[in-house]
């Protein structure tokens, strides 16, 4: 039979005490969690509840992983966007230009 461990069953135990699904949470709802943990910082029990969904369940833990590589790259573009800030003003009217002429285009489709 399969024999849980300690701090399982202590976790289980408070769960049914305290009549709510703190720290084993489905899969949706981590994944949520995980999406909202690069754009905020969780609160202990949410990174908790996370934590101990990961120890069981790796496909969770490879969304996160990808979202938190998704995060990392959106974040690089940003600062290569940033830094194209600084373009000179013939390399703004070149592109207005070209959106422009685009935008043309696609109105008489």
């Known amino acids: 039979m399969f024999k849980m461990k300690r701090w399982v069953r202590v976790i289980l135990w408070l769960e049914r005490t305290w009549g709510t699904r703190v720290f084993f949470r489905p899969c949706r709802e981590v994944t949520r969690l995980s999406s909202e943990s690069v754009d905020r910082s969780l ?3 949410e990174q908790l509840s996370v934590r ?3 120890f069981y369940c790796r496909w969770c833990g ?3 992983t990808r979202v938190r590589t998704m995060h990392q790259h959106f974040e690089r573009e940003e600062m290569d966007s940033r830094s194209s800030e600084n373009l000179s003003p013939q390399a703004r009217q070149r592109i207005l ?3 422009s002429r685009n935008d043309e285009m696609a109105s008489r489709d």
Do not use: F, G, M, N
Request: proline share 0%; aromatic share 16%; hydrophobic share 60%.
């Open 62 to 64: 490879w969304y996160l």
């Open 43 to 45: 609160s202990l029990t």
């Open 52 to 54: 101990i969904h990961l």
């Open 97 to 99: 230009q070209a959106v």
